[in-house]
T-cell receptor, first 115, second 115 residues
């Protein structure tokens, strides 16, 4: 079975640009979460989507937005990129957005570099 | 506030040694979930274990074992007879009892197993 997939693998942008990152969850998983991992730190929660609705949002500015599609795939959008947005962006999927099935399985990530 | 502390930044051991990775958490939730993830150099977070707050039973899986103690708010991870393939960054994470799947990660422990 395919795991969580993310695209692109690597991305280089300049300050002020916009970026869209994509994630496809494990088949049958309805919840997708996004995390930002700056070098040397643990991942930081950005968003969770479940059944196309936002279920949670971390402490990130409004430049960050996301959405989930009917097939449960998801996009993370970041506007007006700053140097500090350079990080590994991880997508995680889980079977349902409830505590009963809450193991999150992570994709390989998208490495974003902002110059 | 919820917090996860991994005081050990880096650990270096020689192959076949046992090693324990420490994790201390803070939460006011009565129901919560604790996780360990492994992050090899490839970057993908690999799920290792989930432990529910209402289940303090320790667990062993092959060379891996976990010691959950609510009295000290600790969830430590031991690798017995370490191998070079165990070299990675290990993250401890906490999820509260709310509706969101948000994980709070520690800063990680880099384990280097020397041959």
């Amino acid at each position: 079975d395919a795991g969580v997939t993310q695209s692109p693998t690597h991305l280089i942008k300049t300050r002020g640009q916009h970026v869209t990152l994509r994630c496809s969850p494990i088949s049958g998983h309805k919840s997708v979460s996004w995390y930002q991992q700056v070098l040397g730190q643990g991942p930081q929660f950005i968003f969770q989507y479940y059944e196309k609705e936002e279920r949670g949002r971390g402490n990130f500015p409004d430049r960050f937005s996301a959405r989930q599609f009917p097939n449960y795939s998801s996009e993370l959008n970041v506007n007006a990129l700053l140097l500090g947005d350079s990080a590994l962006y991880l997508c995680a999927s889980s079977l349902e957005g409830t505590p009963v099935y809450n193991e999150q399985f992570f994709g390989p990530g998208t490495r974003l570099t902002v110059l | 506030a919820q917090k996860v502390t991994q005081a050990q930044t880096e650990i270096s051991v020689v192959e076949k040694e046992d090693v324990t990775l420490d994790c201390v958490y803070e939460t006011r939730d009565t129901t919560y979930y604790l996780f360990w993830y492994k992050q090899p150099p490839s970057g993908e977070l690999v799920f290792l274990i989930r432990r529910n707050s209402f289940d303090e039973q320790n667990e062993i899986s092959g060379r891996y074992s976990w010691n959950f103690q609510k009295s000290t708010s600790s969830f430590n991870f031991t690798i017995t007879a370490s191998q070079v393939v165990d070299s990675a960054v290990y993250f401890c994470a906490l999820r509260g009892g709310g509706a969101t799947n948000k994980l709070i990660f520690g800063t990680g422990t880099l384990l280097a197993v020397q041959p």
